[in-house]
């Protein structure tokens, strides 16, 4: 059986417009987001922000918020390690009271690699407020990457004692079950070696 050309340029004509169709359906939600709905494309935006806050902090450097705001900038990004931690040292310096920023400069030592320092500050943020649950957490991640089991079963079970309907408890729950098989098995490995 012969196709007819025109018929077959016909179909092919009008399968090309349906693919640019669905094509263009597709992805017309995405070009707002990616111009802003302005029609103009804000790669800027980040940068934009960043300079702003450096800006309020420059202008108020005893502003503590501020300096929380550019640090969280930073972090939110993925941007300068360094500078979250600085900024969130700056913070600190101004108001050590604040438990939530104390936890955030541990979790960013931890990032750069620094545990020992990252545990430090948060039994810091614990001493702080012994009631502040995601310290606790923070504590348990840095004590587990250490193999301090024992110590980091003790700290997630404070946050599930304090948080037992937090946003981490499904994972701290996992979390701990894999560490108390780890800690029978070193426990009965030691019974066995007689040590």
Avoid: H
């Amino acid at each position: 059986m012969l196709l007819d050309k025109k018929r077959v340029s016909y179909f092919t004509k009008i399968g090309a417009v349906i693919v640019a169709l669905a094509f263009i359906v597709t992805f017309i939600p995405y070009i707002g987001s990616i111009t802003g709905g302005s029609g103009r494309v804000q790669q800027t935006q980040p940068a934009q922000q960043i300079t702003s806050l450096e800006k309020a902090v420059q202008a108020n450097p005893k502003d503590a918020q501020a300096w929380v705001r550019l640090g969280n900038a930073y972090r939110d990004l993925d941007l300068a390690p360094d500078r979250v931690v600085e900024c969130y040292k700056k913070a600190l310096e101004i108001n050590p009271k604040m438990v939530n920023v104390r936890v955030d400069l541990a979790d960013s030592y931890f990032k750069l690699g620094q545990i020992e320092t990252a545990t430090a500050e948060a039994k810091k943020a614990i001493e702080t407020d012994s009631g502040y649950a995601l310290a606790y957490y923070s504590l348990g991640t840095f004590l587990n990457a250490q193999g301090k089991i024992a110590e980091a079963i003790k700290a997630y079970e404070n946050y599930i004692k304090l948080a037992p309907n937090g946003s981490k408890v499904s994972e701290v729950k996992a979390r701990l079950g894999v560490l108390k098989k780890e800690s029978n098995s070193l426990t009965t490995d030691n019974t066995d070696t007689g040590k």
